[in-house]
Each structure stands twice: as structure tokens, then as C-alpha cells.
């Protein structure tokens, strides 16, 4: 199939990307590069734009021959949306609806979008199944949702077929670690507490331990890199121009922040030093999924169950590249 990746030059977009190339597909990234690092698509087609340029994505679509589009071009940052919601509304929701008009102008009629288990937010059932109730609690995370909203509409009125997955805690690199996550500024706990390892302490902060959790402090589930990538590919070839699915990706295992620290002196050999500070806005105290409709409707099985595993691949990238990408 031939596939247009919106942020295919983005830590989760770039490994799905790959993945699709090397199972046969003809891939393009279309990224404008803010987060995306042209290194990551290994030298696959990419285009360089903003999604908001709703005329470059028709041309875009045209020049290529696109069938499907896989969405995942959208600003992340749960703490900055907190502080600056008008950007994560203008590029999550304003492109969002650049990218569907661009798409029923040229009647491409398929769509993968990459949403979040965040969606679910304070509901404090889990795991969490796909029928849960979504009760967002920051501005990234209610723009997800608004999306997941606007594709439905789009689809019905128009005729496209659909399938929202809700991602769990993406983590790890590639097994030759050549690829992995490299965001600037840092935000996430795995490559935080990592860097801090290679780079000498430099105060790693844990938010919050007066969580309702066994620890205190947030429990999330971290799904490999390359598991993550092996669902898209998945519900992609099962995508029809009917379809309207919706899966949780998530290994279906919660590991706290402690647990994660632990994990990482466990695979480096090496102690760390944190403090614990303020509760982070926005942060649900828990979020695993349940992930048996991904397994028994797509067959999906992960590479790596156990957190160990997806740490010793981020560890490795650390090692191998500590500059990340160096292009920025
Ligand atoms: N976290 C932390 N210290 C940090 C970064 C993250 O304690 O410096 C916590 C954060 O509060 C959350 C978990 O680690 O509970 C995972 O955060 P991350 O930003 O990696 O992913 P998110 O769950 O926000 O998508």
C-alpha cells in the first residue's frame, strides 16, 4: 500500500515507518521537523511541511498516489500544553482538519490515527479496556479526543474507514540501537533517568509519591518501540473502507516511576539519585491498558513483555548515540 505518514520523522512515527518499508509498503513521511529528526527515516521518502498547509498535503497525496494516511504529526507535551493550549489546539486540532479536508479533496479514504491512553485520564478503572470511559485531564490530552471526535464525523459523512489506536507509554529503540527516542527539551522518565546515568546526576526529579498507587507514585505501561510499530502495521493491512476500530497498544503490565528507576539501575549497573518533587499537572495516577482486543482481533503478540527487555534497548541507543540525532 502506498502510505503517508504525518510525523514519520517522529520517535513513534519513524519506527512505524521502517517497520512498514521494510514489511513492503511505499512509505512517505511528511514532517515539518520541530520534533522529527530526518536521520530516523533512514532514507525513505520525506516530505518537509507543516500539516496546517493544507495545500502541500493535497499535493502531497496527489504526487504519491497515496491510499492511506497514518496521523501522528501533533504537538505531545502534556506539561507545555498545561502552560500553552492554544498551540496544542491550533496544531492537534487546526491540523487535524487540514489533513482530513486535504484528504476528502483527493479521496484518500483511509486513516490510522495515533490518540492516547491519556484520553482516559482519571478513569480509574485497570486496565483499561477500549470501551472505557475517556475522562482527559490536560489540554493534550482532551485535543486527542476532539480528534478521535472529528475523524468519526469525517468518516461518517464522507465514507472513510477509520481505526484510532490508544497508546500506552511508548518506550525503548531499536534492537540495533540505531533509533530511539531523542525529544529537545527531554521530557519523558525512561530517557531522563537514563541520561542521568551517562551524563552524571543532574537532579532527576519524581513527581509526586502521594498517588493512590502502591508506591505513591504514577504507574503507566511502556510499551516497546518496535510492539507499538508491529500494531500499526497490523491494523493497517486489516483497514478497509468501512472500518471503524478503535485498540488500546499497551503491554498490559503497570510499572511505577520507582519501578522504572529500578529497572534502569538493574540494566546499567548503576545507582540513581532522584528527588521527589510537586505533583506534575495533568499526570493520571495510573494508566495500563488491556490489551486482548489488539491480540485476539489483530493477533498482535509483543517482542518485549517485560520492562527490562525495552530498557536494555533505550540503554543501548543511549550508549551507542548520546547526542541522539546530534542535528539539533
Ligand atoms: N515523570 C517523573 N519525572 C520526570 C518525568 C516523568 O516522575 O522527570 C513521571 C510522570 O509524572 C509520569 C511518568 O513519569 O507519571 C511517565 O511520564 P512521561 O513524561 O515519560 O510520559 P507520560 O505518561 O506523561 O506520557
Redesign the pocket.
Same mark, same amino acid.
Given at each position: 500500500m502506498k502510505i503517508l505518514l504525518t510525523g514519520g520523522a517522529g520517535y513513534v512515527g519513524s519506527a512505524c515507518l521502517r517497520l512498514l518499508k521494510q514489511s513492503g509498503h511505499q512509505v512517505v513521511a511528511f514532517d515539518n521537523l520541530v520534533e522529527g529528526h530526518p536521520a530516523a527515516v533512514d532514507g525513505a521518502e520525506l516530505v518537509v511541511g507543516d500539516i496546517r498547509d493544507t495545500q502541500l498535503l493535497e499535493k502531497t497525496l496527489r504526487d504519491y498516489d497515496i491510499e492511506a494516511v497514518m496521523h501522528f504529526a501533533a504537538a505531545t507535551n /502534556?506539561g507545555e500544553s498545561v502552560v500553552n493550549p492554544a498551540y496544542h489546539y491550533d496544531n492537534n486540532i487546526g491540523g487535524t482538519l487540514s489533513l482530513l479536508n486535504a484528504m476528502v479533496a483527493v479521496g484518500v479514504k483511509k486513516i490510522l490515527f495515533s490518540s =492516547?491512553c491519556?484520553t482516559y485520564g482519571l478513569n480509574p478503572v485497570s486496565p483499561m479496556a477500549e470501551d472505557a470511559a475517556q475522562d482527559p485531564c490536560s489540554p493534550y490530552a482532551r485535543t486527542k479526543l476532539a480528534v478521535e471526535w472529528m475523524i468519526r464525523d469525517f468518516a461518517h459523512t464522507y465514507g472513510m474507514g477509520f481505526t484510532i489506536l490508544r497508546y500506552f507509554?511508548a518506550a525503548g529503540a531499536s534492537a540495533d540501537g540505531r533509533f530511539g527516542e531523542y525529544h529537545h527539551p527531554e =521530557?519523558?522518565?525512561?530517557p531522563?533517568v537514563l541520561q542521568d546515568i551517562l551524563n552524571g546526576p543532574k537532579a532527576?526529579? /519524581?513527581?509526586?509519591n502521594d498517588y493512590p498507587t502502591v508506591d505513591g =507514585?504514577?504507574i503507566?505501561d511502556y510499551v516497546h518501540i518496535d510492539d507499538l510499530a508491529s500494531a500499526h502495521l497490523l491494523a493497517m493491512e486489516a483497514i478497509e473502507d468501512n472500518t471503524q476500530e478503535v485498540y488500546n497498544i499497551g503491554t498490559g503490565n503497570g510499572q511505577s /516511576?520507582l519501578d522504572?528507576i529500578k529497572a534502569c539501575e538493574l540494566v546499567s549497573g548503576h545507582q540513581v539519585v532522584y528527588t521527589v518533587v510537586e505533583?506534575?499537572p495533568g499526570?493520571a495516577p495510573e494508566?495500563v491498558a488491556d490489551p486482548r482486543k489488539l491480540q485476539s482481533r489483530l493477533g498482535w503478540k509483543p517482542k518485549y513483555p517485560k520492562i527490562e527487555d525495552t530498557v536494555r534497548t533505550a540503554w543501548m541507543w543511549h550508549k551507542i548515540c548520546p547526542q541522539g540525532y546530534g542535528e539539533k
Open positions: /502534556v =492516547t491519556a507509554n =521530557t519523558h522518565l525512561i531522563l532527576l526529579k /519524581v513527581f509526586g =507514585t504514577c503507566r /516511576v522504572i505533583r506534575r499526570d494508566l
